[in-house]
Structures are given as C-alpha cells and as structure tokens.
C-alpha cells in the first residue's frame, strides 16, 4: 500500500508482540547498528537490545472434565456439525467461530503486602499493572484432543517477572 508518514509530539508505543514489534522497529532503523547495516537499512537509533532476548510467558492449562457437549470438541469430532458451524459463520459472522478459543482473560494483581511479606520490590511495569493473567477456553486447548469427553481450560500466566 502507499507509504504514509506519522508524527507524535511526546512519544509513540508500538504494541505488535513480541515478534511484531521488534520487527517495526527494525525497519523504522532503530534497533542493533550492525545488523541494521547488514541488511541495508539506515540507523536511526542504535538500540542493541531490539529483537534480543525474547522470551516468552509461563503459562500452565489447567484442564477440566466438563458435563456440557457444548465445548470446541463436539465439532471437532463431527464433520456435519462442523460443517453447519463454518456455514453460520459464513452466512451471519456469528456461531462458535465468531469467538476465539479463548474467549475469557483477565489481567489480576498480587496485593502489595505479598510483596512487601518476601522483602521484595514489585517487578511489574506500575501501580496498575498486572503480575498474572487467567485465560479461560471453552474446550481442550492442546492437540491432539481426547476422544471423548468435553473440557474447559483456565490457563494461569505469569506476566511479570517475579510472579
């Protein structure tokens, strides 16, 4: 598409993920001088540390038996009824596709004494940041799935450092 040129007068916060983002800065020329020249691209600030050191989040799926058929597994072991599913999706954007596994999160907060009981400083990025995440799924979130049965997920993410 066409070229467009933005500019802020205080500062810019670019969210792309952990991948994404990196890669946007790169190709605006900030990141590590060398590599940026190797691949032909002008620094604008050299900044070593871009694209370096990624690392991903802890995160365990807690999974449950559920007494519902109505979880992503039901479709995934039947055709027809998958077929319907993509079809209501197709024809009205709405059905189960018109949600993403998981559909639920939430962004909680340990209290400040828990902090202050281990003699440590808070790791996260301020006062209303937060140390963990729940991610809830209306079905089994990993592959293969089992045969039988139907399962909720409530995954627990560590998003600060310390958490």
Request: glycine content about 10%; proline content about 7%.
């Given at each position: 598409?066409?070229r467009?040129?933005?500019?802020?007068?205080?500062?810019?916060?670019?969210s792309?993920?952990?991948?994404?983002t990196?890669?946007?800065?790169?190709?605006?020329?900030?990141?590590?001088?060398?590599?940026?020249?190797?691949?032909?691209?002008?620094?604008?600030?050299?900044?070593?540390?871009?694209?370096?050191?990624?690392?991903?989040?802890a995160?365990?799926?807690?999974?449950?038996l559920?007494?519902?058929?109505?979880t992503?597994?039901?479709?995934?072991?039947?055709?027809?009824?998958?077929?319907l599913?993509v079809r209501?999706?197709?024809?009205?954007h709405?059905g189960?596709?018109?949600?993403?596994?998981?559909?639920?999160?939430?962004?909680?907060?340990?209290?400040?004494?828990?902090?202050?009981?281990?003699?440590?400083e808070?790791?996260?990025?301020?006062?209303?940041?937060?140390?963990y995440?729940?991610?809830?799924a209306?079905?089994?979130?990993?592959?293969?799935?089992?045969?039988?049965?139907?399962?909720?997920?409530?995954?627990s993410?560590?998003?600060?450092?310390?958490?």
């Amino acid at each position: 598409g066409p070229r467009k040129t933005l500019t802020a007068s205080n500062e810019v916060i670019i969210s792309a993920g952990a991948l994404g983002t990196p890669h946007i800065l790169q190709h605006s020329g900030i990141g590590n001088r060398t590599h940026l020249t190797s691949l032909g691209i002008p620094t604008l600030v050299d900044l070593p540390s871009v694209g370096q050191n990624l690392t991903d989040h802890a995160f365990v799926a807690n999974t449950w038996l559920v007494n519902s058929t109505d979880t992503f597994e039901t479709a995934l072991r039947n055709q027809t009824l998958a077929e319907l599913q993509v079809r209501e999706w197709n024809q009205s954007h709405q059905g189960p596709y018109a949600a993403s596994t998981f559909n639920v999160a939430g962004w909680l907060r340990l209290g400040d004494e828990d902090f202050k009981k281990f003699g440590i400083e808070d790791p996260s990025a301020g006062p209303n940041s937060a140390h963990y995440e729940f991610i809830i799924a209306n079905g089994a979130t990993r592959l293969p799935i089992p045969p039988t049965g139907n399962f909720m997920v409530i995954g627990s993410v560590a998003v600060s450092p310390l958490s």
